[in-house]
């Protein structure tokens, strides 16, 4: 495991201060047997490589205007990605032994799941993975004493107007 975090402050004047702060977080978990938890029959080989990794990155200023008036600034970018992959992936099993109608995307390739007919449990690489790529930015432009104006892009851009409406 991976992971750091990091923040610097500065104090411009009696007025202005400004923040900045940064963390990331990076894991790889294999998994050689998979999981009893996914139904899995537990060999050696047909498990999982699970990867995770998440960078966040926040900036703030702030500006004070006389006794009891704020004004503050901040932005956020965050991003997430990984899942699981095959240990197997790449592997040309199914060509090698002359299986027709299976995909040839390195992605999906490895060994096919076999079944007994409820003897013993299936066994093979599992049949599906999961990965992600999420990122997002938020925008925050707020006076005290009055509604922020709010814009979020997580994967799309949206914002909202000092009353409310989108």
């Known amino acids: ?18 923040s900045l702060r940064y963390s990331h977080y990076r894991v790889e978990d ?13 060999l050696p080989g047909f498990g999982r490589v699970v990867t995770t990794r998440a960078d966040n990155l926040a900036l703030s200023y702030s500006r004070t205007f006389g006794r009891g008036v704020l004004h503050e600034f901040q932005l ?9 992959l095959s240990p197997n992936a ?3 099993f199914a060509r090698t032994a002359g299986l027709q109608g299976v995909t040839g995307d390195p992605r999906d390739s490895g060994f096919p799941q076999v079944s007994f007919g409820g003897q013993f449990g299936a066994f093979g690489d599992p049949t599906t993975f999961v990965t992600r790529d999420d990122r997002s930015v938020e ?11 709010v ?3 997580p994967h ?11």
């Open 151 to 153: 814009l979020r892009c």
């Open 139 to 149: 925008l925050y432009d707020k006076n005290a004493g009055s509604t922020p104006i």
């Open 30 to 42: 294999h998994q050689p047997f998979g999981t009893s938890a996914m139904g899995e029959t537990l």
């Open 76 to 84: 956020g970018w965050f991003r997430a990605r990984g899942g699981q």
């Open 156 to 166: 799309l851009l949206r914002s909202a107007r000092r009353d409310g409406t989108a």
């Open 1 to 18: 495991m991976d992971q750091a975090s990091g923040r610097l402050d500065f104090q411009f004047s009696g007025r202005d201060s400004a």
């Open 90 to 92: 790449g592997n040309e």
